[in-house]
């Protein structure tokens, strides 16, 4: 008898992008004279850089020739990626990666997804509260979440950090010891940033109980304060209980193009002594056909001195937007969190209200999208999130907007 997949059938709602989508799509249906500018998915909108665009070419090009066509990609990615990254994500900063511990992927979404496939079904995993969707429903799909309480929206088995105003938006340590620790910085959705002094705090518990930190650092690229580490590996210990996930997305405009990767270092081990490494290489050996040549040629280009300085341009541009909405907003009165180590701001509601109603408020009386608090889990009641992903015309566009229906 066929059977869908119960864990599946246990998620609740659609993802909430999906959700957004269609009360947008049905707005701008019922009033197609408005304008709605979107500053609610964490999608670029700059093209890719000049020296991506050529290095994607030339890969092209190179596909045209029977001397230098390319089939399937290395499972773990071609050396001359690895090794960019390894020496200019890692050891220019004093991190301790070699190029065999970087796997590269399509995306930190497959990846910050499917890692926790290495883990058993019984580990207790602990996510901040707010939080970037997929890690929790990655592990609802694969049955480690327990039974989900639609009145509290927590699921039983996950340990939920809140990060909220009163402790600055980095988590406490939790009452029960994780397996699992999923830490974002800087983060998606609070646009705040750990100081390495917190992050290393996470990293000496973590290595106490014998936990590992999966840590998302796909917006890395934004950190603009010197106490912020741009990997986990600037903490020392962290080879050996941490596990990495970075994108070519926000830093290089890859949302469209698709490229990620994830460091799993030797040392990393379970209780009983296996390897990490080993296992995520099987799974990405069994699942994973490698990510193409071509982005991968394009990968490297970011590393290149043009490359650098184009993706600093891009960077600059959204930090721009980010500065615009942050003082905008100030001005208006709301208070406002983020946007200074990331293109993401976090704003307290109004007036105490929730934040599907200033959602609503925004769509229907600014015509801006935003992305409402709660959407990232029952600690997001009362915030919303604005981007800096947009123009700088339609970032400014949008702020007035909001200042003028702010005024009462
Ligand atoms: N991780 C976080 C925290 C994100 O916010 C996002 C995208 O918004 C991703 C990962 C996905 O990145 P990618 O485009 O590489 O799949």
Redesign the pocket.
């Known amino acids: 008898m066929l059977k869908a997949n119960p864990n599946y059938l246990r998620l609740p709602g659609s993802y909430l992008f999906s959700t957004i989508a269609k009360k947008v799509a049905a707005y701008r249906e019922a009033n197609p004279d408005r304008n709605v500018i979107s500053l609610g998915i ?1 999608d670029v909108t700059r093209p890719l850089p000049p020296s991506v665009i050529k290095a994607l070419h030339s890969a092209v090009d190179e596909m045209a020739s029977e001397e230098t066509f390319k089939g399937y990609a290395p499972d773990l990615g071609y050396e001359f990626l690895r090794r960019a990254i390894a020496e200019n994500d890692f050891k220019s900063r004093g991190c301790d990666i070699s190029e065999d511990e970087i796997f590269v992927s399509d ?4 990846d ?1 997804g499917n890692i926790q496939e290495i883990f058993d079904e019984s580990c207790r995993i602990a996510v901040c509260d707010p939080v ?1 969707p ?1 890690y929790v429903d990655s592990n609802v799909m694969a049955g480690r979440t327990g039974d989900y309480d639609p009145q509290s929206e927590r699921w039983s088995r996950v340990i939920y950090m809140p990060c909220t105003e009163a402790n600055g938006f980095v988590p406490a340590f939790p009452e029960e010891i994780p397996d699992v620790i999923y830490i ?1 910085s800087p983060n ?1 959705p609070t646009g705040t940033a750990m100081k390495k002094e917190d992050l290393q705090r996470w990293v000496d518990y973590a290595r106490e109980h014998r936990s590992v930190i999966i840590f ?1 650092a ?2 890395e690229a934004y950190i603009s304060e010197e106490d912020v580490p741009h990997s986990i590996y600037e903490c020392s210990g962290a080879e050996s209980c941490a596990i990495e ?1 970075r ?4 830093n290089a405009g ?2 469209g193009t698709r490229l ?1 990767y994830t460091v799993v270092p030797k040392a990393l081990k379970d209780a009983e002594g296996a390897q990490l490494h080993g296992l995520w290489a099987r799974r990405h050996g069994t699942k994973f056909n490698g990510a193409p040549y071509i982005q991968q040629k394009a990968g490297a280009a970011v590393y290149t001195p043009e490359g650098r300085r184009e993706i600093r341009g891009l960077v600059s541009y959204y930090m721009e937007n980010a500065s615009t909405i942050r003082k905008g907003l100030a001005d208006a009165g709301y208070k406002v969190y983020g946007g200074v180590n990331a293109p993401y701001i976090w704003l307290r509601t109004p007036e105490g209200m929730k934040s599907w109603e200033f959602f609503d408020h925004m769509l229907e009386d600014a015509n801006v999208v935003g992305t409402p608090g709660a959407g990232f889990g029952p600690s997001g009641e009362g915030y919303f999130r604005l981007t800096a992903f947009g123009t700088h015309e339609n970032t400014a566009e949008a702020v007035e907007r909001i200042r003028r229906i702010s005024v009462r």
Do not use: L, R
């Not at 995306?107 to 497959?110: D, E, I, L, M, V």
């Open positions: 964490g995306g930190a979404k497959s910050s970037y997929v974002c998606n998302d796909a917006y996930i994108s070519f997305s926000k890859f949302t990620g």
